[in-house]
């Protein structure tokens, strides 16, 4: 599967911005997806993901509360709103897809196979 994600851009803190990923090929609905991030000079962290079939969700504590990740199956596409954004929130982000994954591995950069090519967000003070 190929994965496109869009939407950055730069936003002022305490504002919000939509991210999109939208994904080629079949069985989309088998693929747990997720959004990463990585900040200028800092290793890429986990931020939100989207379990396949249930839609269960689960967050970083850094994100939790602020952020909101949904999927259309119909369309193939990944979403991430973030809202209440600050300055720390500045990164690149990429989406994710990893097939049946385990529930044990949401969070985990090494069992998602299939990568995005980023797009920066960028949040001013």
């Known amino acids: 599967v190929q994965l496109q994600a869009s939407g950055g851009g730069l936003v002022q803190a305490g504002g919000s911005r939509r991210l999109s990923c939208i994904a080629s090929?079949?069985?989309?609905?088998?693929?747990?997806l997720a959004w990463f991030r990585q900040a200028p000079g800092k290793g890429r962290e986990f931020a939100a993901a989207?379990?396949?079939?249930?839609?269960?969700?689960y967050y970083s504590d850094s994100v939790k509360g602020r952020f909101t990740i949904s999927r259309d199956n119909a369309k193939n596409t990944v979403y991430l709103q973030m809202d209440s954004l600050q300055p720390e929130d500045t990164a690149v982000y990429y989406c994710?897809?990893?097939?049946?994954?385990?529930?044990?591995?949401?969070?985990?950069?090494?069992?998602?196979?299939?990568w995005g090519q980023g797009t920066l967000v960028t949040v001013s003070s």
């Open positions: 994710a897809a990893a097939s049946f994954l385990h529930d044990d591995y949401y969070n985990i950069e090494r069992y998602y196979h299939f």
């Open positions: 090929g079949r069985s989309f609905n088998i693929y747990t």
């Open positions: 989207i379990r396949y079939g249930t839609s269960a969700t």
